[in-house]
């Protein structure tokens, strides 16, 4: 794989960004500034932004693995290290899991385990672990993904496993217990205050109050999400659904920049004050991938992005958001969640030791598998019809120490690319060159 700093390298930067990002760019120029900014912090921030420039380099390349279906599964397609973290599932356990499911679609089940490789090993460099330290914690994330997959082959269920406080070790036990301690009412006290004896959302930088035609647009659509919710999924009581206020939102993380968003609070579990609900309703944009593969069966099967993204995170997921679902606003998708007050990522600027990694890889390995695995024939969609976990261990029978070899290799030349990539990027934005002028 060559990582040359070239010209015509530069070139294929400035116009994959340009053709993923222009609209968004246009539409919020400073959301997009401030982007680029923390993109061009350090190579995995550069990375984190840009999967589109992931998938324009590998859906050119070859892929001997994935074959007899694996190669067109329900992928997370924005698999990085920071991906992952902690939420409470439908059924009321706080679970360890991947999250950020907002460039799921339809591909090869390589393209995760490789956009994975690729920032593990970006966080190992930058981390100064030697490279053989970095090729064995990929080689063990790869082989922990593979047992699961053997485990899901030999098992009836593809929902027996999960990452809880029962279950975890090491740093993501540490996550977990810090999750548990958390409280609505902190979180609810921190977006809101009290006006005339029931919350309502704080006024801060982050939020901005809506015209009354905006808002009864938006209080529409949230009425059009509920109907979205599967019936299994729904609280008895209407009363949760009860609406107390709307806001525009901003202030998202690297990957939804120039995206627009509001935050709707509702009644929650009950009338006591301290079980209020926040949702995120979040305009979903297109995911990356879609734009280098054939989308034509796929597109058809979705009403909007918002429709895919929550149709696929419930796919990926076997203990979806109970309160996931989707809505339009001006002809345009938007996808609805819990703004959960018992979210926490997986810290990586205290995981430094190659022995603390090796025990995240292990459990991200087999969440990996998890994912892939529940999202086929016994899932709620259709579009997957075959057992996926079949389907993996046939593309790799008797080549699985290959397998292996060839993504610790493809990981460790790839983020060498990305740190090329990364100073080209820079030195492009510095020039005003990447669609915004750096100031």
């Known amino acids: 794989m060559a990582t040359a700093r070239t010209p015509d390298r530069t070139d294929v930067i400035v116009e994959v960004l340009r053709d993923a990002f222009a609209p968004l760019m246009r539409a919020d120029p400073a959301a997009f500034r401030a982007k680029y900014r923390k993109m061009a912090r350090d190579p995995h921030a550069f990375y984190r932004g840009t999967a589109c420039l992931f998938f324009h380099d590998v859906t050119k390349e070859a892929d001997e693995w994935a074959a007899h279906g694996a190669e067109k599964i329900w992928i997370h397609g924005d698999l990085h290290v920071e991906n992952f973290g902690t939420y409470l599932n ?27 490789a690729a920032s593990l090993a970006l966080v190992a460099w930058q981390k100064a672990l030697p490279e053989d330290a970095i090729r064995k914690l990929i080689a063990r994330y790869a082989r922990s993904y593979l047992a699961q997959v053997n485990h899901y082959v030999a098992s009836d269920s593809d929902d027996d496993f999960e990452i809880t406080l029962d279950t975890a070790y090491g740093p993501v036990l540490i996550a977990l217990e810090e999750a548990r301690a958390m409280r609505r009412a902190d979180l609810l006290d921190d977006l809101t205050v009290m006006q005339r004896g029931i919350r309502k959302f704080a006024d801060d930088p982050s939020t901005r109050r809506l015209s009354r035609e905006e808002r009864t647009e938006v209080v529409a659509a949230f009425r059009a999400y509920l109907d979205t919710i599967p019936q299994s999924k729904r609280f008895d009581r209407d009363l949760f659904y009860e609406l107390r206020d709307v806001v525009g939102k901003s ?41 280098f593969v054939d989308t034509s069966e796929v597109d058809a099967y979705f009403e909007d992005e918002g429709h895919r993204t929550s149709v696929s995170q419930r796919a990926l997921q076997v203990h979806t958001d109970p309160l996931l679902g989707h809505t339009v606003i001006g002809g345009v998708g938007y996808v609805v969640s819990e703004v ?100």
């Open 251 to 291: 202030g998202f993380g690297i990957g939804s920049a120039g995206l627009p968003a509001y935050n709707v609070l509702v009644e929650g579990y009950s009338q006591a004050l301290d079980n209020d609900v926040v949702l995120s309703m979040k305009q979903a944009n297109i995911p990356a991938v879609s734009r």
């Open 340 to 439: 959960s007050p018992y979210e926490v990522d997986l810290d990586w600027d205290e995981i430094n030791e190659p022995e603390d990694m090796r025990e995240v890889v292990d459990l991200l390995g087999r969440a990996t598998a998890k994912i892939h695995c529940a999202s086929d024939e016994d899932s709620q969609q259709d579009l997957v019809d075959f057992q996926v976990e079949k389907a993996i261990a046939d593309s790799l029978q008797g080549r699985r120490n290959d397998f292996v070899a060839w993504l610790c290799d493809w990981g460790i030349d790839y983020a060498a690319r990305v740190r090329d990539d990364h100073a080209l990027f820079v030195d492009a934005f510095r020039e005003g060159r990447v669609g915004i002028a750096a100031t």
């Open 90 to 116: 439908s059924d009321g356990r706080l679970v360890f899991d991947i999250n950020d499911f907002d460039e799921a679609y339809l591909g090869r089940f390589t393209w995760d385990l490789q956009r994975f």
